[in-house]
Structures are given as C-alpha cells and as structure tokens.
C-alpha cells in the first residue's frame, strides 16, 4: 500500500485553501443538520445562481441528438437553440463522444478569435488559441511550457488564487511573490515589482514569467489601463512572460469602470517581444458553468516553433473536454438581437450581473461598517478581501519575531478566526493566509454569492461575531 511518505514530496507541499480544513469542517457540520453559508469559493450554481436556458437548451440537443427529429422538439425548444444545435453537430459530425483536434475543435476557436476581435477591436489568430478545461489547465499548461530549470520562478501576486502557488509548488518551480497595493485599490506597484524582481534574483531565482489576475481574486479589484501598461513594460524590461488570468472579465461593477485586456494593451503598446497567455472561462461571469470545465488559453507572440511545443502539450491530455469546448463556445457566440432567444438571454445575463452588483455593495458597505473591519467595495469578481483587527495577547510583539514565525503566528490567528465564525454563524469564508497578505494584516476571502437575504444575514452575524470574538481576546478569555 502506499503510504504518506511515499507521496510526491511536491504534491505534499501544495496548499489549496479554498478548498481546505474549514471547508471540511463545514461539510461536517452541514451533515450535522448546521445551515451553512457557502462563502469560500466562486461556485455560482452551487449557491443557487440558474443556468442560462439557451445554453443548456443547445448543450442537451448536442448531447442528444435523436431529440433533434422528435415532433415535440420543435415546441420544447426556440428554432434558434434548435438550429445552433443542428449546427455544431454539422461543423463536428463525430459528436461530443469522440476526441476532438488537440487544440479543440477549429469552429470554436475561430469563434473565440472573433469574440476577441469584437472585444478588442483588433485581429485574433485562432491558431494560437486553445481550448481548455476551465482556466486552470490553461495555466498549468502555460506553466509547464515556461518552467525548464529547478530555479525558474514565476511572479504571482499576494494575496494570489493558490492556483498559481499551488502549481509552481507541485512544478517544484519557484514562487516570487508581488504584493498588491491594498491602500490603492489594489494595484499593482512598479517599485514593488521592482523589489520582489531583485529580491528573487538575490536568492538565485532566474524570474521567466509574471501572474496577473485581471479583475482580481481574492481582491475584487479592476486594473486601470494605465497599470496594466506599466506591467507590460515592466515584463518586457526584464525579459518575462505574462500570465493574464482575465476570467472575470465580464463581472466588472464600479461605477466608470470597464475591463481591458492585457491583449488589446499590448497591440496598442506595439509590444511584439514580450510573450502573452491570456485566459478565460465558462466558469465565472453570468454563465457560472464551473462543472463543465470549459475556457480558452490565447497566446500572443510566441514563433511557430514554440507553439508546436505547445500543441504537443494539449495532444499528451489528447484535448480538453467536448461540452466544455461547446460551453465556451456558446459563451463567445451567444444569441443575438433579432434571434428568438436573445430576449430571453439578455434578461436572465441582466438579471444575474445585477444582482451581482447589487450583493457586492451591500456586502461592502455592511462590512464596513463593522468596527475593526475594511473592505475596498468589490469593483469587480465575485469577490471581498476583508482586512481585520485582532487585538495580540498580552506580551506578544510579531514585529519581534522572525519573518517565518511570524507567518505562523498569524497564519494560525486568521484560520482560529475563520474556524469559530464557521462553528459560532455558519458563515464559511477562507483565510487570507491561504492567499497571502502583508506581514502584520489579518484578512479573510468571502464571496458574495449567496441569495441577497443570506448577504443581509450574513453582514449582522459577523459583526456580532467579530465584536465579541475581538473583546474575548482583549479580556484574555
Ligand atoms: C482567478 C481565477 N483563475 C482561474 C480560476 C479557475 O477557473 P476554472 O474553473 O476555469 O478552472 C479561478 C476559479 O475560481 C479563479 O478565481
């Protein structure tokens, strides 16, 4: 049998916080008969978001066929969603049950050329995109592509998705940390790159990419052009690569603010040298198809050489999964105005990114309003980083600790904090130490997800919570 000290010293080391002990924990409590609110992961369909009727209308004809011929076809589903289905299946007659071309199927990833064209208002070659399943393997295939020698390193923010921490550590690749600029709006901070660069290249480190994630988790930040500008310059000074994760792309919510991505800002710098991985998903926006593991991976500026590297890659997992690849699909190519669908589509697309918007203030604005607590308003994502204060035990000074000790201490503060939220309100959040904060802050990671009347909910047991949890310490009990 094998044991634990046989397992991939490298697996061993991955941590995946959004998907750790606390979670486990309200499993357990949750089959205990415990209602537990579900704030710990950007799952929308799990926490009762609908799925879009025109996407699993098309999806279920694909996948059935010999629905397409049955009289009652006609009046269960709209002509469009009949004819779109009719359609895919011509452009891809061996079915969803067949392998499809390493890179995904040549009809889907022209349509993600054109989607991106619209997009950016500039040309998309499909024969640098690649379909997916969902953006994860996306990065990981980027990442395997980037990472040659045991001291390569990626630039990732912190905090950070542990995605990317969790790759690079199961790679055996190292991990240069960025902070993010919590005072200004979480951006990124070009003296900060500089730093963590220079630090990195001290200890050895030879720096081959950096990690943007564009708009932000856990941050729920929105990137200016202007920053995203200064990162490209920055990567082509120093000779990296750049992974955008842009899968939040269509969940932006400040008011002014719009998403702009590193591909257009790169075709209007001229930037030709600087190679650029681009990612997107049916997972996130309003579609929320986390299960079905559909995305897309676009690459800019990589020869012909390299980019057969990367299709061999794709050909070893032999391709990405068939209705993942139609999700996305669909995600690119959606109903228009004028098809019989399209009114539909726009009212539930609508109905969901409002309430979206409409959660994420009152999730920040509630929250704020808690004494000891921050949060920027979510511009973007589906997400709320929270900075707490804690008051220390008596005679406890972290800044005297050693760097590493210090983690711990903190580390373990946030995830006690995290654990009696669970036990005491049910509310599941993550612990910032399982994105990564700045020495000296307490944060947590929730999601605003959940029904408008579990956010209500939500925002007056945690300052119950936190009032009383924060007048324990202080009183030492
Ligand atoms: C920033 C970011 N990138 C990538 C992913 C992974 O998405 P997918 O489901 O497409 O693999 C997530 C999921 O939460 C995410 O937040």
Request: hydrophobic share 40%; charged share 25%.
């Amino acid at each position: 049998m094998v044991k634990l000290s046989d397992v991939n010293s490298k697996l061993m080391k991955a941590h995946y916080a959004v998907r750790g002990k606390i979670v486990i924990r309200a499993h357990e409590l949750e089959t205990q008969g415990k209602k537990v609110i579900y704030c710990n992961i950007g799952n929308p369909q799990a926490l009762k978001q609908r799925p879009l009727t025109f996407l699993r209308q098309v999806l279920s004809l694909v996948e059935y066929p010999a629905l397409l011929d049955a009289p009652e076809t006609a009046k269960l589903f709209p002509a469009d969603a009949v004819k779109r289905a009719r359609m895919i299946l011509e452009k891809n007659p061996t079915g969803t049950g067949a392998y499809t071309h390493s890179a995904g199927m040549p009809f889907i990833r022209k349509a993600v050329a054109e989607f991106i064209q619209r997009r950016d208002g500039m040309p998309a070659d499909p024969n640098r995109i690649l379909l997916t399943d969902g953006a994860s393997k996306g990065v990981q295939s980027a990442l395997t592509l980037l990472l040659n020698k045991p001291n390569d390193g990626v630039m990732i923010p912190i905090p950070q998705y542990p995605l990317y921490s969790a790759t690079l550590a199961l790679y055996g690749a190292q991990q240069v940390n960025y902070f993010l600029d919590e005072r200004n709006r979480w951006e990124l901070n070009e003296a900060e790159l500089e730093r963590s660069i220079e630090a990195a290249k001290k200890n050895g480190v030879n720096t081959v990419a950096i990690a943007v994630i564009n708009p932000g988790n856990p941050t729920g930040a929105v990137l200016s052009r202007k920053n995203i500008g200064m990162v490209i310059r920055f990567a082509r000074k120093h000779g990296l690569a750049i992974l955008a994760d842009e899968v939040y792309q269509e969940n932006v919510y400040g008011q002014g603010l719009e998403f702009t991505s590193f591909a257009k800002v790169m075709h209007e710098l001229g930037e030709k040298d600087v190679t650029l991985f681009s990612f997107h998903s049916v997972s996130k926006g309003f579609l929320g198809e986390c299960g079905h593991r559909g995305g897309y991976l676009e690459i800019r500026n990589m020869s012909d050489d390299v980019y057969a590297e990367m299709i061999k890659l794709q050909s070893i997992g032999l391709c990405s999964n068939t209705d993942g690849q139609i999700v996305t699909y669909l995600m690119v190519e959606p109903p228009k105005p004028g098809d019989e669908s399209y009114e539909l589509y726009a009212k539930e697309r609508g109905a969901i990114l409002d309430d979206l918007k409409a959660k994420a203030e009152i999730l920040g604005r509630g929250l704020n309003e808690i004494e000891g607590m921050h949060t920027h308003i979510p511009e973007g994502a589906m997400y709320a980083f929270v900075r707490f204060d804690l008051p220390h035990p008596k005679g406890t000074d972290p800044a005297a600790m050693p760097p590493d000790e210090r983690l711990k201490y903190e580390a373990a503060r946030d995830n006690k904090y995290c654990l009696r939220l669970l036990e005491e309100t049910g509310i599941c959040v993550v612990p910032g130490s399982g994105f990564g904060q700045q020495p000296g802050t307490l944060h947590f990671r929730t999601t605003f997800l959940p029904p408008r009347e579990d956010i209500t909910a939500l925002v007056e047991k945690m300052k119950k919570f936190h009032v009383s949890y924060a007048e324990k310490l202080k009183s030492g009990v």
